[in-house]
């Protein structure tokens, strides 16, 4: 699915704010993405939210979350892992996408080697943001057959 070098194999190690979840990649990302979405922002209390796709197959959790779920446009479910302690929000589990788990990168111990490849939702974007290095945006969110061709 994702041609990147092995080079991009992370092996890194994140967790919440207070410690209690921790979780190891052991794997290569499937993809890093921006999202410009209402819900993104109100999630993340900022202007605009990150996910890392991972197969859940290449991530080990230590530490109980806590779920709270709720529906996307697509009308998808989408399951919100955070911690009880300290509410960070940790990871998201995309029902249309059973078996991947999407990481919140900036729980991520050294987010340094990480740039987002794709953006979504630029019609909710902040007219003072610019990356560098997105190959691809798309004014809602795309379809999950488009996403897995970037
Ligand atoms: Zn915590
Ligand atoms: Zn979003």
């Known amino acids: ?36 979405c209402s819900e993104c922002k109100r999630q993340s209390g900022s202007a605009f939210g990150m996910s890392l796709r991972m197969r859940w197959s290449d991530v080990a959790v230590t530490g109980e979350t806590k779920r709270w779920t709720r529906q996307a446009d697509s009308g998808a479910v989408v399951v919100c892992a955070f911690c009880p302690i300290c509410g960070t929000r940790v990871w998201h589990e995309p029902s249309e996408a059973p078996g991947f788990v999407h990481i ?8 340094s080697a990480l740039a987002p490849k794709y953006e979504s939702w630029t019609l909710r974007k902040s007219p003072w943001l610019h990356f560098d290095g997105i190959e691809a945006s798309f004014e809602k969110m ?9």
Request: a negative charge; charged letters at 25%; glycine letters at 10%.
């Open 1 to 36: 699915m994702s041609d990147a070098p092995s080079s991009s194999v992370l092996l890194a190690e994140g967790g919440c704010q207070c410690g209690a979840i921790r979780y190891r990649l052991n794997g290569e990302p499937v993809f890093l993405t921006v999202c410009h």
């Open 104 to 111: 919140k990168p900036g729980t991520l111990d050294d987010f």
């Open 142 to 150: 795309p379809e999950p057959s488009r996403r897995e061709q970037l």
